[in-house]
């Protein structure tokens, strides 16, 4: 299947600062990526929906301010969560869809 | 009422045992089904999509049934690599994905 990269796969930052998350499509080209989160024992939430060239699409109760996409080519988007706070602290995952829906490794962000 | 719900077990069973998960959904414009397998601390990966027809891939059966709007999934001879988390997850055209909050299955030897 398809393959979506994520990097880093894991970070620990302290509160107030800013965490950029990047996931790329490694043989596909993907107008659209979507970025989710998952809590612990929760399941994944929808968090917004990258367009290739044009602003991301929130889910409502998602600040746009405070996660802040880019999608500046058909192979890369970046999620990076400014002023991070410890309830940040989950489990990001981006994917893509090509025949099917792919997800990257996933981001572990551990805000102290 | 959240949109796509499952019963978050966990489901203990022992090796060669036949397990069935059920999950439900509220949106019927729902178009698209499936099934993913989570594993601790990992990204979902693709177990099956559903189709109205049924479809099976090896020891995997998942069934459809949009008149109650639920999706099952079937596991038979079940190994001990099975155990994780199973994940159904719904289409309504927006290409993302709603999904449920996964079933745990632990197989025991």
């Known amino acids: 299947g398809a393959v979506v990269s994520q990097h880093p796969s894991w970070v620990i930052c302290k509160s107030g600062t800013s965490v950029k998350i990047e996931c790329r499509s490694l043989?596909?080209?993907?107008?659209?990526m979507f970025w989710y989160r998952q809590f612990p024992k929760q399941s994944l939430m929808l968090m917004a929906t990258?367009?290739?060239?044009?602003?991301?699409?929130?889910e409502q109760g998602v600040e746009k301010d405070k996660f802040l996409i880019n999608h500046a080519s058909l192979t890369l988007s970046t999620l990076t969560v400014t002023s991070a706070h410890p309830e940040d602290s989950s489990f990001y995952i981006c994917?893509?869809?090509?025949?099917?829906?792919?997800f990257g490794p996933g981001t572990r962000l551990t805000v102290t | 009422r959240k949109e796509v719900e499952q019963d978050p077990g966990p489901f203990n069973v022992p090796e060669g045992a036949t397990v069935a998960f059920n999950c439900t959904y509220s949106?019927?414009?729902?178009?698209?089904f499936f099934w993913y397998r989570q594993d601790c601390r990992k990204e979902p990966k693709l177990l099956m999509s559903?189709?109205?027809s049924g479809n099976e891939d090896g020891r995997f059966t998942a069934q459809l049934n949009r008149a109650s709007q639920y999706i099952s999934l079937l596991i038979r001879d079940s190994k001990l690599s099975d155990s994780a988390t199973y994940l159904c997850?719904?289409?309504?055209?927006?290409?993302?994905?709603?999904f449920g909050s996964g079933t745990r299955l632990q197989v025991q030897p």
């Open positions: 043989d596909f080209q993907a107008t659209t």
């Open positions: 997850a719904t289409d309504t055209g927006r290409r993302a994905l709603t």
């Open positions: 990258s367009n290739e060239g044009s602003k991301a699409t929130y």
């Open positions: 949106n019927s414009a729902s178009q698209s």
């Open positions: 994917s893509a869809r090509e025949t099917g829906q792919y």
């Open positions: 559903v189709y109205s």
